[in-house]
């Protein structure tokens, strides 16, 4: 069976530290990875995704995750963040060739001025 | 360009009573999907669809039916709200393939049964 952990549920960060959000993942079949952001009292919207290719993955608003094939993490990573980054943010697999999406349990960032 | 669209945004229901929350897609994916987000537990899905006409359970059905009738709608009733069904209730679409595409979310309905 598939899985997605993000051992941190809440992750509080100065303003203009970096950051670093981890996700695990476990699967035996071929997946694509994807982090998702929620700005409180609204939807879930892409944040970036890997597909294949390089194992750094730029994605909007100045993040970037790594992909370890060997570790299986997907960690995401920010060097400078914003009191606007403040959100709840949730990493997820797609099993390949299928309609499933597995989510963790999300990792709510707090950015303190 | 509206990509998924949920209605409505805010329910309050007593226990007992049913209602419909609608999502509606413009992205022509033919792939649905409802979801329950609840503090700590992330998103779990409830039903999905993965065409017109086909609907099957995900992994917390109970309570909770949907219909597929259009390629663009899929509802999600409650026959008979009970407190535990107090969520925010996401729907999805995505197009189908080999899954390197991501979900697209609607921006949730906040329900609470008293």
């Known amino acids: 069976a598939q899985s997605v952990t993000q051992l941190d549920s809440q992750v509080p960060v100065f303003e203009e530290a970096p950051v670093e959000l981890r996700c695990n993942y476990s699967s035996s079949v071929s997946v694509y990875l994807f982090w998702y952001v929620q700005y409180p009292n609204q939807g879930l919207q892409l944040l970036l995704k890997y597909l294949s290719g390089s194992t750094l993955v730029k994605g909007i608003n100045g993040f970037e995750a790594e992909f370890n094939k060997s570790q299986t993490s997907f960690h995401l990573r920010k060097p400078s963040v914003h009191i606007s980054d403040t959100a709840e943010y949730f990493c997820?697999?797609?099993?390949?060739?299928?309609?499933?999406?597995?989510f963790g349990t999300g990792t709510r960032l707090k950015v303190l001025a | 360009n509206a990509g998924v669209t949920q209605t409505p945004k805010f329910r309050v229901l007593k226990t007992g009573q049913s209602m419909t929350l609608l999502c509606a897609q413009d992205?022509?994916?033919?792939?649905m999907y409802w979801y329950r987000q609840d503090p700590g537990m992330g998103l779990r899905l409830i039903h999905y669809s993965v065409g017109e006409g086909t609907t099957a359970k995900g992994e917390v059905p109970d309570g909770y039916n949907v219909s597929r009738l259009k390629k663009q709608n899929f509802l999600l009733g409650l026959e008979s709200a009970a407190p535990s069904q107090t969520s925010v209730y996401f729907c999805?679409?995505?197009?189908?393939?080999?899954?390197?595409?991501?979900?697209?979310f609607g921006q949730g309905t906040r329900l609470t049964v008293v």
């Open positions: 999805a679409s995505s197009p189908r393939g080999s899954g390197y595409t991501e979900a697209f």
């Open positions: 997820a697999v797609r099993i390949s060739g299928t309609y499933k999406y597995i």
């Open positions: 992205m022509n994916h033919e792939y």
